[in-house]
């Protein structure tokens, strides 16, 4: 039988789901079914065996299904390694969920699900519940507009502003860290606030997934980000990349970037809205 026969069959169906989570270059794979399952997914237009781990799990999408309007919801054991990543700060990359179907016997596996992880909860201590957001909800949201302003409006190192990261990335090495602090081995040489407004990255785990952080103060040795610290040790290479106030001096001296400044500070402080001209 087909996969779509035992769909729509009363009787022979026996469908099992297939997780696919992806965050930055860390991938688990994770199926409902009593033991793991193996199946060929395309890696560079090339068919290669992928082994999903089974693990006790559950959607609401194989009993109500989804749509734009509904967050996706798994329930699994609450030792999965995402689960960590929730407790204090989310990670600042998406981590992105990929949901198959598959029919015992059968070879084909269609996505019916596909979106981003946006929470994990954990009910109890031995549960925990993975929320999902589809794609097309984001696509249905209204963009932001570019509006004339005196201060540059585009993220440093953004699209608009398209400085090179790497460029101005100045390696550092952690002494200690604990909540939204970290304190640097050896000073980095620029003034206080250099790095304010810009952000620190670190890789997260073996697998090479980045972490990034907002600076919201530097000084000294001390730099304080948004958010929590998570999996920094003593001796640990970061990188720190300097921010911006938005406003032309700094786009000039400091990074030398004048030309793609996106403000208009000459503009005047007089609305002509507000003033009869006859």
Not at 10 to 38: C, H, M, N
Not at 82 to 88: C, E, N, S, T, Y
Not at 247 to 272: E, S, V
């Amino acid at each position: 039988m087909s996969f779509n026969d035992k769909e729509i069959s009363t009787q022979d169906g026996q469908p099992i789901a297939l997780y696919f989570f992806k965050w930055g270059f860390t991938e688990w794979r994770y199926t409902s079914a009593d033991r793991d399952v193996t199946i060929d997914e395309i890696v560079d237009g090339e068919p290669v065996a992928k082994t999903y781990t089974a693990k006790a799990m559950s959607d609401n999408g194989m009993v109500q299904g989804t749509s734009s309007q509904n967050d996706f919801q798994i329930t699994g054991p609450s030792d999965l390694p995402i689960v960590a990543l929730f407790k204090g700060t989310p990670p600042s990359a998406s981590i992105w969920l990929t949901v198959r179907r598959k029919h015992v016997g059968e070879t084909d596996t269609p996505i019916y699900w596909k979106g981003n992880v946006t929470n994990v909860q954990k009910p109890s201590p031995a549960k925990c519940t993975i929320i999902g957001r589809p794609i097309s909800a984001s696509l249905k949201r209204t963009g932001l507009r570019l509006c004339w302003t005196r201060e540059c409006p585009h993220f440093v190192y953004g699209p608009g502003c398209w400085l090179n990261a790497e460029d101005h990335r100045v390696d550092a090495v952690v002494d200690t860290s604990a909540g939204n602090t970290i304190t640097l081995e050896t000073t980095t040489g620029y003034v206080d606030q250099y790095f304010r407004g810009g952000y620190v990255q670190w890789e997260a785990n073996d697998d090479g997934t980045l972490e990034q952080r907002f600076i919201e103060d530097q000084q000294d040795l001390g730099v304080t980000i948004f958010g929590l610290v998570s999996g920094l040790v003593h001796g640990q290479a970061i990188g720190l990349y300097p921010g911006c106030d938005h406003i032309p001096d700094t786009c000039d001296g400091k990074f030398d970037n004048l030309p793609n400044y996106g403000g208009f500070d000459k503009m005047p402080g007089k609305t002509p809205f507000g003033t009869s001209i006859f």
